[in-house]
């Protein structure tokens, strides 16, 4: 479970006031105590992210966040982090304290969420402090999406769950001697309480992700069964030793899936191959190096459909139209304009480095502009962009089709125009009009 790529997780983000209780139903969830749990407000500072495989759905990343209500210069720099893991959420799991928040901070949350483009979901917890339970729900009106726990007591929701969870039993955190690992468990004997709150809380989650958007097969359009792919990659620097790059191997494993033939050749053995093998319905290659197999297939006069990985990725996770778009602003730039490159992961970079190196310099060439460039690897560092001209993003193969997407309407809720690491070499290297979109 470790293993799956965070490209085939759903990033959940559990947000809220100080001392909401988001630490406590973070570690719930996750079954171990992960975060720490105090009454003191503002005990949780960075993110805290944990992967787990959630039963019913499958492999997650669940973050803990410090509350967005933090105060002073250090506490702005916390509810800075916590807004841009909000950003990147797949879904967004809001946790309210019962009896002091009311239905102002759920419709103040609620249009938040709308105008930032997310799903969220409510937990209202500490619900063993509310006098009437009944009463409070009808003080805030519309519950839909909502969900009424106690993480310490119990737990009443609007899933015809109650009094699942006995009252004052309270969780406690106890040694597990046999693996040295802490585990939530329930007050004396009664391990059926914590399970049954986690469970609840896990279906009110999975309840929710079912219909999030799904990536679509990555040469869905491109190939079909029993078609040849040809993927041209090339060793050099920057590639890792004794292994593949995430994007060559998800390619592979899509060709599998789908019963395309895939065969693989280097840059280097491109031409001998195109002698050897005659059937061949798409060429995919890396895209610095869109030029050169162009240059190699046109030689040996195969007509043969090219495209390249970060552009088959921004088929599947991304729009390719805004992408397109996006590129045709590389010949309105002027000078002193700041253009953001954008990663989805981190790593070193080197001299032959696609996104630090390649492809600003192609860009300065092509343009002749004074420009300058800034760089993001992994999260983005802000969640305002209007102070750019133009957003390039990377393939994306550490991202999901939410993040991806997510990523688009925060460049255009900036009013700046975004493009891909593929779209734009495609254009730069002059094989725009034959790659495939």
Same mark, same amino acid.
């Given at each position: 479970m470790n293993n799956t790529p965070i490209a085939n997780r759903k990033t959940i983000v559990l947000a809220g006031n100080r001392n909401s209780g988001k630490s406590t139903i973070f570690n719930v969830i996750l079954g171990q105590e992960m975060s720490i749990v105090s009454d003191y407000a503002g005990t949780t500072t960075d993110p805290v992210a944990r992967s787990m495989e959630l039963i019913g759905y499958g492999p997650i990343r669940l973050i803990d966040t410090a509350g967005i209500d933090d105060e002073g210069d250090l506490g702005q720099m916390r509810v800075k982090k916590t807004e841009i893991e909000i950003s990147e959420a797949d879904l967004v799991v809001h946790v309210f304290k019962a009896g002091l928040e009311f239905a102002d901070e759920l419709q103040e949350a609620r249009a938040n969420y709308k105008k930032l483009n997310k799903r969220a979901i409510y937990i209202f917890n500490k619900c063993d402090q509310v006098d009437d339970l009944e009463d409070y729900k009808k003080a805030i009106g519309d519950?839909? =999406?909502?969900?009424?726990?106690? #993480?310490? @007591?119990?737990?009443? &929701?609007?899933?015809? $769950?109650?009094?699942?969870?006995? #009252?004052?039993?309270?969780?406690?955190?106890?040694?597990?001697?046999?693996?040295?690992?802490?585990? !939530?468990? *329930?007050? %004396?004997?009664?391990?059926?309480?914590?399970?049954?709150?986690?469970?609840?809380?896990?279906? +009110?989650?999975?309840?929710?992700?079912?219909?999030?958007?799904?990536?679509?097969?990555?040469?869905?359009?491109?190939?079909?069964?029993?078609? @040849? !792919?040809?993927?041209?990659?090339?060793?050099?620097?920057?590639?890792?030793?004794?292994?593949?790059?995430?994007?060559?191997?998800?390619?592979?494993?899509?060709?599998?899936? &789908?019963?395309?033939?895939?065969?693989? /050749?280097?840059? *280097?053995?491109?031409?001998?191959?195109?002698?050897?093998?005659?059937?061949?319905?798409? $060429?995919?290659?890396? #895209?610095?190096? +869109?030029?050169? !197999?162009?240059?190699?297939?046109?030689?040996?006069?195969?007509?043969?459909?090219? @495209? #390249? +990985?970060?552009?088959?990725?921004?088929?599947?996770? =991304?729009?390719?139209? /805004? +992408?397109?778009? %996006?590129?045709?602003?590389?010949?309105?730039?002027?000078?002193?304009?700041?253009?953001?490159?954008?990663?989805?992961?981190?790593?070193? @970079?080197?001299?032959?480095?696609?996104?630090?190196?390649?492809?600003p310099n192609l860009i300065r060439k092509k343009t002749g502009k004074d420009l300058h460039f800034e760089f993001s690897q992994g999260k983005l560092n802000e969640t305002d962009l209007s102070r750019f001209a133009l957003m390039i993003q990377c393939g994306g193969c550490m991202m999901t089709r939410n993040n991806m997407i997510n990523r688009i309407g925060l460049a255009q809720g900036s009013g700046i125009p975004i493009t891909n690491y593929g779209v734009v070499l495609a254009y730069l290297k002059g094989v725009f009009e034959r790659a495939i979109y």
């Open positions: 519950t839909s =999406g909502c969900i009424f726990i106690s #993480s310490m @007591t119990g737990c009443q &929701d609007e899933l015809g $769950v109650n009094g699942d969870i006995p #009252s004052n039993i309270g969780i406690t955190i106890n040694e597990n001697r046999d693996n040295n690992k802490k585990s !939530v468990v *329930t007050n %004396g004997d009664d391990k059926r309480s914590a399970s049954s709150l986690k469970d609840i809380l896990c279906k +009110f989650i999975v309840d929710n992700l079912q219909d999030q958007l799904e990536d679509k097969g990555l040469l869905d359009g491109l190939a079909k069964p029993g078609d @040849t !792919v040809l993927l041209v990659v090339p060793i050099d620097s920057e590639a890792p030793k004794g292994r593949l790059i995430l994007p060559q191997v998800q390619m592979i494993r899509a060709c599998l899936d &789908d019963g395309i033939i895939a065969l693989v /050749v280097k840059d *280097t053995e491109l031409e001998p191959a195109l002698d050897k093998i005659q059937d061949i319905d798409l $060429v995919v290659t890396d #895209s610095k190096i +869109f030029d050169k !197999v162009a240059d190699t297939l046109d030689k040996a006069g195969r007509n043969i459909d090219l @495209t #390249s +990985f970060s552009i088959v990725f921004a088929r599947q996770k =991304g729009d390719i139209d /805004v +992408f397109l778009e %996006g590129a045709a602003y590389l010949d309105r730039l002027d000078d002193g304009d700041r253009i953001l490159i954008a990663e989805s992961c981190t790593h070193t @970079t080197s001299h032959e480095d696609i996104g630090t190196v390649l492809i």
